[in-house]
């Protein structure tokens, strides 16, 4: 009977702990994810088999980026092949994105076969996303 009469107890003391931790107070939601996300990268090219292409006389292409909790899209040109990273060129950059984020690169008569890669700075100042897009001469 006294083992029934503790279990009794602790039952209670385990019910009334949990009612004061009740709080009436509405939760504040879960922080949703501010990290920098880039959802799309686009070109005003062609496309064949994932690779977009530079017809014979173009000598311009306009690269469109659909982002999130960015604060500044960078532009690079990569040559293909591998550990080609240190290679890259810097072809321009977008720091307002309330047009969206965009680069229109004239790159005139460069033979191309090259990875442009995106990289979006979070608004967060820490985060970074990155993207990338294979580009070829026809």
Same mark, same amino acid.
């Given at each position: 009977?006294?083992? @029934?009469?503790?279990?009794?107890?602790?039952?209670f003391?385990?019910? @009334?702990?949990?009612?004061? /931790?009740y /709080? #009436?107070?509405?939760?504040?939601?879960? #922080?949703?994810?501010?990290?920098? =996300?880039?959802?799309? *990268?686009? %070109?005003?090219?062609?496309? &064949?088999? +994932? $690779?977009?292409?530079?017809? &014979?006389?173009?000598t311009?292409?306009?690269?469109q *980026?659909?982002?999130? &909790?960015?604060?500044t *899209? @960078?532009?690079?040109a990569?040559?293909? +092949?591998?550990e080609? $990273?240190?290679?890259r060129? @810097?072809? +321009?950059?977008?720091?307002?994105?309330?047009?969206? $984020?965009?680069?229109?690169?004239?790159? +005139?008569?460069?033979?191309?076969?090259?990875?442009i *890669?995106?990289? %979006?700075?979070?608004?967060?100042?820490?985060?970074? %996303? =990155?993207?990338?897009?294979?580009?070829?001469?026809?």
């Open positions: 009977m006294r083992k @029934l009469h503790r279990v009794g107890i602790c039952l003391v385990s019910l @009334l702990l949990s009612a004061c /931790s /709080s #009436a107070e509405p939760q504040e939601p879960q #922080a949703q994810d501010q990290r920098a =996300q880039i959802l799309e *990268v686009t %070109a005003d090219l062609p496309q &064949n088999e +994932g $690779w977009w292409i530079v017809r &014979n006389g173009t311009t292409m306009t690269l *980026v659909k982002a999130l &909790n960015t604060e *899209v @960078l532009f690079w990569v040559p293909t +092949g591998t080609t $990273w240190g290679e060129e @810097l072809i +321009g950059y977008d720091l307002d994105g309330s047009d969206g $984020w965009s680069f229109t690169w004239d790159f +005139g008569k460069r033979s191309m076969h090259d990875r *890669v995106v990289q %979006a700075l979070g608004s967060d100042e820490t985060s970074q %996303a =990155q993207e990338m897009i294979l580009v070829t001469a026809e």
